[in-house]
């Protein structure tokens, strides 16, 4: 199963979609989704390895296309969405700093605040799946 990112083109503000997972469309249909996402170099690449192997190289493309794709997305400047697409959940914890003695003399610290705010920020995958996203 393949989960579809957004995925946005700073400069431009184009919008794309990236997948993670295994491409089944291309166990089912060969090279031609590389063709429909626009990946010209994919498409090329894929259809010459599939004659050279008679297409038995189709049943690794499965397992590489999605990245494959992902990172030509990346490399021609597009970054995931995140934010913008309100994938990305920011937490933000306290912590405690207790004084010790171990830590005073290890780091001399005097002025030492006693709650330190700390933002993690961990993203959540989409929900939708490949034929869910081309609504």
Not at 12 to 41: E, I, M, N, Q
Not at 52 to 72: D, E, K, R
Not at 116 to 135: C, G, H, T, V, W
């Amino acid at each position: 199963m393949a989960y579809a990112i957004k995925m946005i083109q700073p400069t431009s503000r184009k919008r794309d979609t990236g997948y993670s997972g295994v491409s089944w469309t291309c166990l089912f249909f060969g090279p031609f989704p590389a063709l429909y996402r626009g990946h010209l170099f994919g498409f090329i690449g894929m259809t010459i390895v599939n004659l050279a192997t008679l297409g038995l190289s189709t049943f690794v493309f499965i397992f590489v296309y999605n990245a494959w794709h992902y990172h030509s997305l990346l490399s021609r400047g597009f970054h995931p969405a995140g934010h913008q697409f309100g994938t990305v959940r920011e937490d933000i914890v306290e912590v405690k700093a207790e004084k010790s003695k171990d830590a005073e003399d290890m780091f001399e610290m005097e002025n030492l605040r006693q709650r330190r705010r700390i933002m993690l920020a961990s993203p959540e995958l989409s929900e939708n799946l490949i034929d869910d996203s081309r609504r």
